[in-house]
């Protein structure tokens, strides 16, 4: 079946079976299902896919971008790296009398300012950047979500941790994952949140999670950004 709402068409699968409520689901490969009661009418399935379009289409786009899957980056004009979840091409300047590479954010555009033309010196000049970025915004969002906590956290750090967003130890430690500046800021709202959060809960439980939303009501829809866009934060 297809429904047209807001310009845009999409294609869906409708399954009938024995429940209560109207269930849309977009699989691995970004099809789109809705399990339905029997005998629903349509202009009530068309209600729940219009109540949700806006998620609905940008967890299709993400699965289908995902199995595209990620591709390595070309250190070349014109190349383009996400810096709070926006896209930007890279203009590289080679300068050998240049007393320290250096990365400019200025008219949309990543200006790398290098001694050589050399992938890796490219590639190290633009992680300086982002691993002083994010600590940078890190420690900004941090100081305006304190309020809501009455624990200060002991240290802040950016890592290259290639499992964890972000942790939080006994001692109130935190670390963040330096790709998190490549992430729109609402997300990096949310990993700041959460880690905060686990200076008052050190666990999972559901405290936890009530005082995450407490602070960030939509949460969820920040941790599915991460779930299904994590993949192109590379470098």
């Known amino acids: 079946m297809t429904h047209t709402y807001l310009d845009t068409t999409i294609d869906f699968n409708v399954i009938y079976e024995r429940r209560k409520n109207v269930g849309i689901y977009v699989d691995v490969y970004g099809y789109i299902e809705v399990h339905a009661p029997k005998d629903s009418d349509i202009i009530v399935i068309q209600k729940a896919l219009e109540k949700q379009w806006e998620l609905i289409l940008l ?16 250190y ?4 383009t790296f996400l810096y709070l979840g926006k896209a930007y091409p890279i203009v590289i300047t080679c300068n050998s009398d240049l007393e320290k590479d250096c990365v400019i954010l200025e008219d949309d555009k990543l200006y790398i300012n290098v001694k050589q033309q050399d992938d890796d010196v490219i590639r190290q000049a633009l992680k300086r950047f982002y691993y002083q970025n ?22 802040i750090k950016i890592t290259d941790d290639k499992k964890n967003w972000g942790t939080c130890n006994s001692k109130y430690e935190l ?15 949310y990993v700041v949140v959460h880690e ?28 599915n950004w991460l779930a299904l866009s994590g ?4 470098l």
Request: hydrophobic share 35%.
């Open 231 to 234: 993949w192109k934060m590379i």
């Open 196 to 223: 905060m959060c686990h200076t008052v809960h050190l666990n999972h439980d559901r405290s936890f999670w009530r005082l995450v939303g407490k602070v960030i009501p939509d949460y969820e829809r920040r941790q």
């Open 59 to 74: 967890k299709s786009k993400e699965m289908k971008d995902r199995n595209l899957g990620s591709y390595e980056k070309v």
């Open 175 to 189: 670390t963040f994952n330096w790709k998190l500046i490549m992430a729109p800021i609402e997300v990096i709202d």
């Open 134 to 155: 994010c600590k940078s915004v890190i420690e900004k969002r941090i100081r305006f979500f304190q309020s809501e906590f009455k624990v200060k956290p002991r240290s």
């Open 76 to 79: 070349e004009h014109g190349e």
